[in-house]
């Protein structure tokens, strides 16, 4: 359990520094956080790689997601910046402890740690002394959390990328906060650790038949258009229609990530270091069934 315990910190270490590797030489130095208001009581807060969301309600204040214990300080700061109720709820959207690992600094603000089962279930058999583990758990395809006059409708797909994913819609605002599955304008992280993709596409075009008009993301940008998840499923459809083809043409399996080429996405960021592991990806799902 130790050995495991340390392979998925490193893991995770490694992860985040590929992330901040693809934004380029500014994201060596700490990104400024800010809070930006998405709508009345609802805002997102960091920068660059790491975005969190916070509701303030008549009755306190839900936060969703911590990622590390001192983005978590920064988002507290943020939070009591602007208001000085309590820190009901802090609510997991999944397993991987690069984005739940802070969440002590909430718990000894007297937060509730509130996740899906499936996540919670993943945490018991992965302990990690760096992550909380949940108070409450939902499961099911939706549970609704209501705080004073405000209410978060938590959604689970099913299967797509780690364990438990929770996707935040806020039916009054019109918003929905969407962890990894959403990064605008760029293509999958690395090799897609930890993601089907045939069900991540699935879980998009499920997510695009809700009632909303903006995204908030995790990484990249606090917030944009609804048509944000529409792009995001037209790339992996196109990633692994060019897989196909390629395999229907007969190249060599072992050429066929580095053959593969989607201009219309070269300028998104990630293009030339992820795509051919992203077609591995792809690939090893069509062949293998992994």
């Known amino acids: 359990m130790l ?3 340390r392979f998925a910190k490193l893991l995770a270490a490694a992860a985040f520094g590929l992330c901040l590797a693809v934004a380029g ?5 700490r990104p ?3 809070t930006t208001m998405i709508a009345p009581g609802l805002y997102s807060f960091g920068a660059g790689m790491a975005f969190n969301a916070f509701m303030i309600t008549d009755d306190g204040v839900i936060v969703m997601d911590s990622f ?3 983005f978590a300080e920064a988002s507290l700061q943020a939070v009591r910046s602007l208001t000085d109720k309590p820190i009901k709820y802090v609510v997991y959207s999944h ?7 802070g969440a002590q600094v909430f718990k000894a603000e007297g937060a509730t740690i509130l996740s899906h089962e499936a996540t919670a279930d993943w945490l018991k058999r992965h302990p990690s002394p760096e992550v909380v583990m949940p108070d409450r758990t939902w499961s099911g395809p939706k549970s609704e959390l209501r705080l004073g006059k405000s209410r978060i409708n938590l959604l689970y797909f099913g299967p797509n990328h780690g364990e438990g994913m929770t ?5 009054n605002e019109r918003v929905i906060y969407t962890v990894d599955l959403v990064v605008p304008d760029r293509v999958g992280f690395a090799y897609m650790p930890d993601f089907s993709p045939r069900e991540w596409e699935r879980t998009l075009a499920e997510l695009d038949t809700l009632d909303f008009e903006r995204v908030m993301y995790a990484h990249n ?5 609804r048509s944000s998840v529409a792009n995001q499923l037209r790339y992996l459809k196109d990633l692994r229609a060019a897989v196909v083809a390629e395999l229907a043409k007969g190249t060599p399996f072992m050429r066929i990530p580095y053959t593969i080429k ?3 996405y070269e300028k998104w960021d990630g293009y030339e270091e992820w795509l051919p592991m992203n077609a591995w990806r792809v690939l090893l799902e069509i062949a293998m069934g992994v």
Do not use: C, M, T, W
Request: charged letters at 20%.
């Open 3 to 5: 050995r495991s315990l």
């Open 25 to 29: 030489p500014v994201a060596k130095a």
């Open 32 to 34: 400024v956080y800010r």
């Open 68 to 70: 590390d214990k001192a």
């Open 95 to 101: 397993n991987h402890y690069d984005h739940i690992g």
């Open 167 to 171: 996707v935040f819609e806020f039916p």
């Open 221 to 225: 940008a606090p917030v944009g258009p």
């Open 262 to 264: 989607l201009p219309q």
